[in-house]
């Protein structure tokens, strides 16, 4: 036990250095070096707990400090005390979710939670089904699986062979986990239609039979809303089973001043919402939410005796375990639970509320800033903040492929910066036929205005020699 | 930080009373009691920090005690000292396995640990590749993945509407994720085919093409290993995928005394290994290893560039995302990094041993018994231990379906009385078949012979009257 608390004694003092602005948010080191800075190896015989405590402080010297206030380089940033508390009580713990008989309070809080995040979806009384996968892209392949299993289940015994060839349709920036999902399932990237929303979804044409639209609300890169009544008409029409991606977007679900984007989800058969993104709770933490009742466990059950006996003496409605696909599964669902207990719907808002302000923001105070050019225009409809910093050998040239070239540079070298000084992290990448650009995204409630200011005065400060 | 700290109390309690012979496994309440015992909703409104220290006792107050070292009922059990360290200083790093950008130190360590895996499978060097994946059952979804795409890789873009009709063969007492994951892929849980091995594989004969074969090293209930060897010999005449599914029985790959029952594993394609089972690593942990190199990566990757940009500042080979289906991925590894180094391969070694010399003892003591009959004949293999248990009213019955009928419920009956005396907890299960019998495993180094010796009586005074 002194050994216990002395290990919480080391993360104690990381988590207060993660929110220190004086502390660097990494100390980079390439791969090659990292692996001779330290011998990691595995070997025959023991350390001693001295040894592993160096272990752990040495791991924590190299590791990123994802709740940082000016760690902005991912969906996921930030670190709740109440969802780290909750995920210390899961490890403790230590158990599985796929039955009541080994985790009971963690089945009814899963049943709890997920009946609450359908209410918020839109569905009469919190109707339906789900479960807490881990990640949205398994989330987001269960959705593609369900809406097969929906239209043809047949193939569920017989295979992609005994079933017409199969289309699935998702929008322009949608996540790669789409293609992903239909690469596993067997219906081959090729059969995923990327469409453009503005062509009224011609590609509908096509012959084969078609089981599945993604929709997103909050693409990764841009914080894009797909407009989902119009896709619900759509989908309607062509009896398509209608997925909403609202991995990062779902969020906004908690914020009255910002759900009006979600606008139709309630219309969805099925939805992903990861509350480790815009919820800021601990990483991981993603929930598929279904509108039909009892489809997930047709689709996936195998009745496995071992675990799912009929015999035993409580209510079976309570082994939920063979709706998943995976057989051991990770308790998820506390950490989002404890914290939504901690902040109330309301906190979840606030928190939200203000991330969508800091992002507003930093949009106001670049959008007409010497050395900035947006890559979209508008208010950014979420925390996505997209944009180029022109340095000022760029600022008189001509628009030429020359400019391209160097342009497309410049954002790789300042972010190279920003990790060997570690003074912040921003996501950069390019799309499309827009070379690099910086991705800004704010999840992380411990960030200011000064954090954003800095931010800016930094960019310019790594950027201006480029 | 005095939160966090309140948090660790209460859970340093939890864990002291974990390993006390005197507290019980489980404070059993039925779904509906349980649901009503305390006010488990999610409202508006916060709660105040000492209302989530109170939500914390409570949800303690009724899990299992899955570290109690009378607590059998899975295959994972126990709770590590260090290995809970290491899952706590996991949750404050709070970051994803996507890229060495923002997990430099874990996916070092991921590197690191699956090589040394690897090794001790018996490849050349440690060579190949492998991921941590979310469960055994994921595991042996991606190795079926990966077997079709090395066999046909125009299915990732055309599907199995443009690839032969596929089946997969797995031994008669595999796990469930076989055919789920055959299900899922599209494959079809018929074209999944259960071979009796000492049929000679005569379902080889199958027209369609053979795409991959799963062994399982270690079977959920009776922990049986198939002849490797042999496997890999046919697998090799007919050119197909050779699986081995040693979630449960990898482990044993750990003791000199007893990793000759994987003999041959060294020749398979593919292996999964969930240290979270038999080497006490919490949950969860699992390995799956892939001896060509690169396959996985060609297999699932997607190329987002948001995430894999091919003008980082760093050596891009250590971008390990883009081989799993996953996007987001937890941080599994550390956990079972940080306990090897804590007990080196021999600490594994000798608790491994000590879990299998314990079972032994458990097969000696019932084995000629009064009111014991073994469901299968000779020693245990692994932990597994399968009986039942015959009360006095059943001995001199003669063996006929009455008293089948009447023996089929006895099992369900004592688990019950175990789950509400909250003294211990077993599995039960039927099989082909054998009706009702107790499933015995050991994976938790605090089990005693004591306490095999007070499972014993205590099954004895819970069904004495049956």
């Known amino acids: 036990m002194s050994f216990l608390q002395d290990v919480v004694d080391i993360l104690l003092q990381y988590v207060v250095k993660s929110f220190d602005r004086s502390t660097k948010v990494i100390d980079f080191h390439y791969p090659n ?20 405590l160096l272990n752990c402080r040495t791991t924590l010297k190299y590791a990123i400090k994802t709740g940082h206030p000016r760690y902005f380089n991912q969906l996921s940033t930030g670190l709740d005390m109440v969802g780290l508390a909750a995920d210390w009580l899961t490890s403790a713990a230590n158990t599985n979710m796929f039955t009541y008989e080994i985790a009971p309070v963690f089945v009814l809080l899963e049943y709890v939670t997920l009946r609450k ?9 919190g109707c339906g089904d789900g479960i807490f996968s881990p990640g949205g892209a398994i989330s987001n392949m269960y959705a593609m699986l369900i809406a097969r299993f929906k239209m043809f289940p047949e193939v569920k015994e017989k295979g992609m062979a005994a079933i017409p060839r199969l289309v699935a349709f998702t929008s322009e920036h949608s996540h790669f986990s789409v293609k992903k999902g239909a690469a596993a399932l067997g219906i081959g990237t090729d059969s995923v239609i990327l469409i453009r929303l503005q062509e009224e979804f011609g590609l509908l044409r096509s012959d084969f039979a078609k089981c599945f639209l993604s929709a997103t609300a909050g693409t990764t890169v841009y914080g894009a809303f797909d407009p989902l009544i119009a896709i619900a008409d759509i989908c309607k029409k062509y009896k398509i089973w209608m997925h909403v991606d609202g991995a990062w977007g779902g969020g906004l679900l ?18 992903t919402w990861n509350p480790h993104k815009m919820m800021g709770v601990p990483l991981q933490c993603s929930a598929l939410l279904v509108r039909e009742e009892g489809l997930m466990q047709s689709c996936n059950q195998m009745h496995a005796s071992y675990l799912f006996q009929q015999d035993k003496h409580y209510d079976l409605s309570y082994d939920t375990g063979d709706k998943a696909l995976q057989c051991g599964r990770h ?8 914290m939504w207990r901690a902040k109330g719907t309301t906190g979840f808002e606030a928190q939200i509320d203000k991330c969508l302000e800091l992002a507003e923001y930093l949009y106001n105070k670049i959008k007409n800033r010497e050395g900035y050019e947006m890559v979209f225009d508008g208010k950014p409809q979420h925390t996505n903040v997209c944009f180029w910093y022109i340095p000022p050998s760029l600022r008189s040239m001509e628009d030429n492929e020359e400019r391209m070239s ?20 921003v996501s950069y990448q390019p799309l499309g036929d827009k070379v690099n650009f910086f991705r800004m995204v704010i999840s992380n409630p411990a960030a200011t205005h000064q954090d954003i200011d800095f931010l800016i005065d930094e960019i310019e400060r790594l950027g201006q020699d480029l």
């Open 406 to 425: 160097r342009l497309m540079k410049v954002a790789p070298v300042i972010k190279a910066r920003m990790m060997e000084y570690g003074t912040t992290m």
């Open 117 to 125: 995040m359908r209410e918020m979806v839109g569905w009469p009384g």
């Open 33 to 52: 070096e990292l692996l001779q800075e330290y011998n990691w190896e595995l070997a025959d015989q023991p350390q001693t707990l001295e040894e592993i």
């Open 254 to 271: 908690m914020s009255r001043k910002h759900k009006w984007k979600l606008n139709g989800v309630e219309r969805a058969n099925s939805v």
């Open 331 to 338: 308790v998820d669902v506390f950490k989002l639970w404890l």
